[in-house]
Each structure stands twice: as structure tokens, then as C-alpha cells.
T-cell receptor, first 112, second 111 residues
Framework: DGGITQSPKYLFRKEGQNVTLSCEQN?????MYWYRQDPGQGLRLIYY???????QKGDIAEGYSVSREKKESFPLTVTSAQKNPTAFYLC???????????FGAGTRLSVL | GQSLEQPSEVTAVEGAIVQINCTYQ??????LSWYQQHDGGAPTFLSY????GLEETGRFSSFLSRSDSYGYLLLQELQMKDSASYFC????????????FGTGTQLKVEL
């Protein structure tokens, strides 16, 4: 089945630790996105990538990093510089010319 | 920049019709989208308006008026499974098919 897979579903971070959230898609989409969602809030864009080996900052990129070494994969690292990382993280993808984004099931990150 | 406002909560009874409004301020956009998100789940695409007017998809319809900077999602024959959060989002003209999402409206459908 085609889709977007995020892992893990739940993740706990200790103080000063970097953690990496995985996002894999087999939809053959060029564009991929990372969003952060806080309780009762909308989605805010962290980073996005339109093509392999290229990515751009979104609205709230501070404290996060990404890579796009393969078309299928767009991992997000939450660094120790992100002081308030507790949130629901959603990955999405879309065709370059499309107006629809397809979302993964999300990763819920909490701080220990 | 882009900003979108929605009511935080709407309540309706099963079988009724409900309208969820979205007002926006934008520096330019291609169209207005609507997404549904059940608690703890992934947002799923519902509808997209590139042009002014009404788009109908089954029980759901979406409307856009660029002159009024306003859109809405209309849900008919409400069912309990329609209880979810609904987000409007603008597709920006800055490249990358970037979406800017509204604050979200939680719809509660009651018996």
C-alpha cells in the first residue's frame, strides 16, 4: 500500500538529548514537509523539501534540523536547542504540481 | 505573511447542516483547502477551492470568496463520525506547495 510511515509513534526525550523522528514515503512524491502541532492548535511548518539534497526552513525551524538524502526519506532531528519540544509531529508529502498534502500518522514527543 | 481565523468550537446535532467559517489575510495564494483531523490522527484532505464559488463533494461542500477574504466548509446530514477538528489552509504562492493552516475548529456532533 502507498503511504507515509512515521516512527516511532511515541518518543521521549531527556534534557540535552537530540532525537530523530523518521518519515518514509512510497508515493513517489517530490515534496515533503514537517509540521508541529500543539494541543488545540493548528499545524505549523518546521521544514520542507522540494527535491533531494535541498530543503528550506519553515516558520518555526529553530531547534530543528533535517536531511533529504533520498527521495523517500525526510528525517527530522529535534535538537537540545529546542527548549519546548513536547508536541505532536506530523510529516507530509505532495507531488510537485499538486495542491494536496498526504500526512503520516504522527509522532508524539514528550520530555522526561 | 498568511493568517487564518476559524471558530474554535462548533456543536450540532446528528442529521443537521453545519457551516465552519474561515477568514484569512494573505499576501497571495493559489487556493483554499480544508482538512479533517480526528483526535490523535493524521489530517486528511477534504476539499480545495482555486476559484470563487462552491465545490461539492458528497456531503461536504466548500466555498471561497476572494473579494471577502472568506471561505467556509459546509457539512450536510451530519453523522457522529464527523466529530473531528477541521482546518482551513491556504496554498501559498511562494513555492514549495506550502500550506499555512488555520487555528482549527472542533466539531462536536450530538445525538
Amino acid at each position: 500500500d502507498g503511504g507515509i510511515t512515521q516512527s516511532p509513534k511515541y518518543l521521549f526525550r531527556k534534557e540535552g538529548q537530540n532525537v530523530t523522528l523518521s518519515c518514509e514515503q512510497n508515493l513517489n512524491h517530490d515534496a515533503m514537509y514537517w509540521y508541529r502541532q500543539d494541543p488545540g492548535q493548528g499545524l505549523r511548518l518546521i521544514y520542507y523539501s522540494q527535491i533531494v539534497n535541498d530543503f528550506q526552513k519553515g516558520d518555526i525551524a529553530e531547534g530543528y534540523s533535517v536531511s533529504r538524502e533520498k527521495k523517500e526519506s525526510f528525517p527530522l532531528t529535534v535538537t537540545s536547542a529546542q527548549k519546548n519540544p513536547t508536541a505532536f509531529y506530523l510529516c507530509a508529502s505532495s507531488p510537485t504540481s499538486g495542491n494536496i498534502q498526504y500526512f503520516g500518522a504522527g509522532t508524539r514527543l514528550s520530555v522526561l | 505573511g498568511q493568517s487564518l481565523e476559524q471558530p474554535s468550537e462548533v456543536t450540532a446535532v446528528e442529521g443537521a447542516i453545519v457551516q465552519i467559517n474561515c477568514t484569512y489575510q494573505t499576501s497571495g495564494f493559489y487556493g483554499l483547502s480544508w482538512y479533517q483531523q480526528h483526535d490523535g490522527g493524521a489530517p486528511t484532505f477534504l476539499s480545495y477551492n482555486a476559484l470563487d464559488g462552491l465545490e461539492e463533494t458528497g456531503r461536504f461542500s466548500s466555498f471561497l470568496s476572494r473579494s471577502d477574504s472568506y471561505g467556509y466548509l459546509l457539512l450536510q446530514e451530519l453523522q457522529m463520525k464527523d466529530s473531528a477538528s477541521y482546518f482551513c489552509a491556504v496554498l501559498g504562492t511562494g513555492g514549495g506547495n506550502k500550506l499555512t493552516f488555520g487555528t482549527g475548529t472542533q466539531l462536536k456532533v450530538e445525538l
